[in-house]
C-alpha cells in the first residue's frame, strides 16, 4: 500500500509534457526540445511550425523556413507535372482531383510560413502583419511563373530573396519585448 502512495504522490510531480495528452497521441522521440527543426510529439509541432504569438530567432526561422520551402516545391512540383498531365489527356476528373490536391496539401504550408515570419517580426519588435509582404511575394513568384509572366516572375523572386535573406540574417531585439520573452537559446 506504501508503494501504491509512493507511486501516485511522484505522478503529481511530474511536468505537463510528461502526462498522456488527450486526442491524438504521438510516440514522443528522443530529440531535444531545443531542436530548431525536429519535434518531439504534437504539442511540440504546434509550438514550433503552427503558433502566431511569441518570437522566433533568426536561426530557427532560416533553417524552418528553407526545410518548408524545399518539402513545398517538391510537392508543388509533383502535383503540377500530374496536373500538367491531366490537362495533356483532357481528363476533367484528374484535373479536379489534382487542383484539389495541391490546394489542400498547400493549406498547412501556408499556415506554417505565415506563422515562422509572424513570429520572426515579432522577434525584430515589429508587427507580424509585415511579413505579408515577402509571403505574398514568395507565392506571387509560383504563379508568375506558371502564367508565363517571366519579367514579372524576376522581379517578385528578386524582392522575395532580399526580403527572406534580411529575415535569416538581422538580429532580433535584445532582452523582452512588446511580443514576448527573449528566449535564453
Excluded at 88 to 99: G, K, N, V
Excluded at 101 to 126: A, K
Aim: charged share 20%; hydrophobic share 45%.
Amino acid at each position: 500500500m506504501a508503494d501504491h502512495k509512493k507511486k501516485m504522490k511522484n505522478e503529481g510531480k511530474k511536468s505537463q509534457s510528461d502526462r498522456v495528452r488527450k486526442g491524438i497521441v504521438m510516440p514522443v522521440s528522443r530529440v531535444s526540445r531545443d531542436s530548431l527543426i525536429n519535434f518531439r510529439d504534437f504539442h511540440d509541432l504546434k509550438d514550433k511550425y503552427f503558433v502566431m504569438k511569441g518570437r522566433l530567432g533568426r536561426k530557427a526561422f532560416a533553417a524552418r523556413s528553407i526545410l518548408l520551402m524545399i518539402c513545398q516545391f517538391i510537392m508543388t512540383v509533383i502535383l503540377l507535372g500530374r496536373l500538367y498531365e491531366a490537362l495533356y489527356i483532357e481528363d476533367s476528373t484528374y484535373i479536379m482531383l489534382f487542383c484539389a490536391l495541391l490546394i489542400i496539401f498547400n493549406v498547412p504550408f501556408l499556415w506554417t510560413q505565415l506563422s515562422l515570419g509572424v513570429r520572426r517580426c515579432h522577434d525584430l519588435n515589429y508587427h507580424g502583419a509585415l511579413f505579408l509582404i515577402p509571403f505574398v511575394c514568395y507565392y506571387a513568384s509560383f504563379l508568375t511563373t506558371n502564367f508565363g509572366l517571366d519579367t514579372a516572375a524576376l522581379a517578385v523572386q528578386s524582392i522575395t530573396a532580399v526580403l527572406y535573406l534580411a529575415l535569416f540574417s538581422v538580429r532580433g531585439t535584445v532582452g523582452d519585448n512588446v511580443y514576448g520573452r527573449e528566449k535564453t537559446r
